[in-house]
């Protein structure tokens, strides 16, 4: 089966630093991806890993461990606007198969 | 990154009713996907939408109740039929894609449309 777990809410302060863990149990892995999802709009692409390590882009950072079946979303500089959901989701296959996504974690941001 | 749109954004139906989605990409891709987004919840796969044959079900969905279009590879419609207030949610559209700049096959959403069924 697929399971895939991120905490359900977290806040964080403006101008902090804030982790968002997720854990994956699936079939295969082909890739970990996160998107930000503002409410009432559409996901928006964040990050994606595929190997072990840190990916860095401008604030946000994203790291994958496949052994432990484990990422994390590093957002720094916490900025009003970065109050959002936080999606975590992961390929199982190779091939043309659609990600499938955890709950979601709702940051919200407070001054 | 791929522009998707979707029409209508939202909209306001009768119990009963059908309600046809569009999903429009202005590039070429292979991969569509459709999703639901309850209020609150996250993202549920209905089904992959197949250009030049019947879409794929995920378990949960099916065919009568969630027609799905792929008349080519830029276009694909999903129909809501005989609709429920159990149908009210945010019905997004998705592509895979690739473009310069960003990691290979990442799926992109439309702007979604949002159902009230009352």
């Known amino acids: 089966g697929q399971n895939i777990d991120q905490p359900t809410e977290m806040t964080a302060t403006e101008g902090a630093i804030v982790q968002i863990n997720c854990t994956y149990q699936t079939s295969g892995f082909n890739g970990l991806f996160w998107y930000q999802q503002h409410a009432g709009e559409a996901p928006t692409f964040l990050s994606y890993n595929v190997l072990d390590g840190l990916e860095e882009k401008g604030r946000f950072s994203s790291f994958l461990s496949r052994s432990k079946g484990y990422s994390y979303l590093l957002l720094k500089e916490l900025q009003m606007k970065d109050s959002a959901s936080y999606l975590c989701a992961v390929r199982d296959n190779k091939g043309n198969t659609p990600l499938v996504f955890g709950k979601g974690t709702r940051l919200s941001v407070i001054a | ?118």
């Open chain 2, 1 to 118: 990154s791929a522009v998707i749109s979707q029409k209508p954004s939202r909209d306001i139906c009768q119990r009963g009713t059908s309600l046809t989605i569009q999903c429009q990409v202005d590039s070429q891709v292979t991969m569509m996907f459709w999703y639901r987004q309850q209020p609150g919840q996250s993202l549920t796969l209905i089904a992959t939408a197949n250009q030049g044959s019947e879409a794929t079900y995920e378990s949960g969905f099916v065919i009568d109740k969630f027609p799905i279009s792929r008349p080519n590879l830029t276009f694909s419609t999903l129909t809501v039929s005989n609709m429920s207030p159990e149908d009210s949610s945010i019905y997004l559209c998705s592509v895979e894609a690739f473009f310069a700049g960003g990691p290979t096959d990442t799926q992109y959403f439309g702007p979604g449309t949002r159902l009230t069924v009352l």
